[in-house]
């Protein structure tokens, strides 16, 4: 049972790690292109949700230890708590902290009050959300690399930057696949006419070359 568990885990962050890449994929003959797979927010955005998660995530961990199992999620500044907290006076707290953060737009708080998951649930879920991941990313004009995917047991909770018709899309898939039972979805929705303009600068950042942010 624990090498079972071990490798689903590790197929999980392969597969999570190979398609979180920009780029051309191809498997088994099917090609998704980078107009595709391109995150519709900007660099710049990219950049403050990585540091809203390592922020929130490294003093929530400080601050509660053992006594919590947070997990930070930010998706164009809107953030998502996830995990085990010890007590509702905990996560309230986290959800405060959270929230007075600058760079914080939204924030919700989907932290449940109980004991921190075993590492074979959490090597379930890493595994449940690759396989929503994959289907995703083979799934006609869905945009998978500009949403984020995060499971809990059998609920999962979608963010992102869609159309009106792809958050449909996405809602729908998430919810046929096997061992999901709940979906929550926090998207962006956007005109077809953003969506258009998204995309084509997505498509000039790429090709911009790499430099140091202006302080």
């Known amino acids: 049972m624990r090498n ?38 900007s660099p710049a955005v990219q950049a ?12 929530l961990a400080k601050r509660y230890g053992d006594d919590a199992h947070i997990n930070i999620t930010s998706f164009n500044q809107k953030v998502l708590l996830t995990g085990e907290v010890k007590d509702a006076d905990i996560k309230g ?5 959270v929230k007075e953060m ?8 989907e932290l449940v009050i109980g004991p921190n998951s075993t590492f074979t649930a959490r090597a379930n879920d890493a595994y449940l959300e690759s396989k929503i991941k994959t289907q995703m990313i ?33 809602k729908k898939l998430t919810s046929n696949v096997s061992g ?24 000039a950042d790429e090709s911009q070359p790499n430099s140091a942010p202006v302080q």
């Open 48 to 59: 403050i949700d990585k540091g809203i998660e390592l922020e929130a995530g490294n003093a």
């Open 93 to 97: 707290q986290a959800g405060a902290y």
């Open 138 to 170: 083979f799934t006609d004009k869905l945009p998978s690399n500009s949403m984020a995917i995060v499971a809990e047991g059998s609920s999962v909770y979608l963010m992102g930057i869609l159309t009106q018709n792809e958050a449909a899309i996405a």
């Open 180 to 203: 999901v039972k709940d979906v929550y979805a926090y998207f962006d929705i956007i005109s077809d006419a953003e969506k258009t303009r998204l995309e084509k600068q997505g498509k």
């Open 102 to 109: 600058k760079n914080a737009r939204s924030v919700f708080n």
């Open 4 to 41: 079972t568990l071990t490798i689903k885990l590790f197929i999980a962050i392969l597969i999570s790690s190979f398609l979180s890449g920009c780029g051309v994929l191809a498997v088994g003959g099917v090609v998704a292109g980078t107009s595709v797979l391109a995150d519709r927010r």
